[in-house]
């Protein structure tokens, strides 16, 4: 897919304020400094489409950006904020699970793991609700320009294999760097094919 045009929407912080519209949607998701907003200005082919922030937990709203003007690309609050209170916390984790289970118009999410971690506990549990809920995903191990080709698919194994003992079948997977800009043409590729598989039975 070519990205034409890219567009700051709106923000919402919660799912009754999210943009009126049935313009299908692919939402990112990821602990936060995952890599998520160089992800999106990557995609877009924008410097500063999402704002790359050095403060962890900046984010706490649901962007969307309107693409060649036919559909929703989200950025989702990122979870695992070290500097909020537990009331926040909850807060921003109600808005996500809002949207992620009430959105019809959401096809498919995202979720940003990096590359260079172990598995982590958070990831895990985030996927694991999410699969409960039969919200269809797919992963994407960020950062991966700061890895070794043999230690990325070591960690990407040693991810699965987590993730085998709390989810069901195996995602698909992806990469990426907003370094080298690998894994851009595949990711794109990826969320064209969300429009092409069959619509959810109403
Ligand atoms: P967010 O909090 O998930 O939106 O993460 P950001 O996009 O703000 O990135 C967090 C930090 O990681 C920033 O310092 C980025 O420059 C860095 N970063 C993000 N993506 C990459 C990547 O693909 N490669 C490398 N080397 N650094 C990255």
């Known amino acids: 897919m070519k990205i034409q045009s890219a567009v700051f ?3 919402s912080p919660d799912l009754k304020t999210c943009p009126d519209s ?4 692919v939402a990112l998701i990821g602990r936060s400094n995952v890599g998520k907003s160089s992800l999106i200005n990557l995609l877009t082919g924008q410097k500063d489409l999402a704002k790359v ?4 937990g900046k984010t706490k709203l649901i962007n969307f950006f309107l693409i060649n003007g036919s ?4 950025d989702l609050p990122g979870y695992g904020y070290a500097k909020v209170s537990q009331r926040d916390r909850r807060e921003f984790s109600k808005a ?9 118009n959401l096809r498919r999410v995202f979720v940003l793991i990096d590359s260079r971690l172990s598995p982590q506990a958070i990831d895990l549990e985030f996927l694991h609700w999410l699969s409960g809920r039969e919200v269809p995903f797919s992963l994407i191990f960020t950062k991966v320009d700061k890895l070794k080709a043999r230690a990325l698919q070591e960690n ?8 085998s003992g709390v989810c069901e079948g ?13 894994g851009r043409v595949e990711i794109l590729r990826a969320i064209q094919e969300c429009w092409e598989e069959e619509a959810p039975a109403d």
Do not use: C, Q
């Open 9 to 11: 929407e709106m923000s």
């Open 22 to 25: 049935d313009l299908w949607e």
């Open 53 to 56: 922030s050095a403060t962890p």
């Open 71 to 74: 559909w929703n690309l989200v």
């Open 96 to 104: 996500i699970a809002g949207y992620l289970e009430h959105r019809p």
């Open 156 to 163: 990407i194994a040693g991810f699965l294999a987590a993730l």
């Open 170 to 182: 195996a995602p698909e997977v992806l990469v990426s760097s907003a370094k080298s800009r690998e």
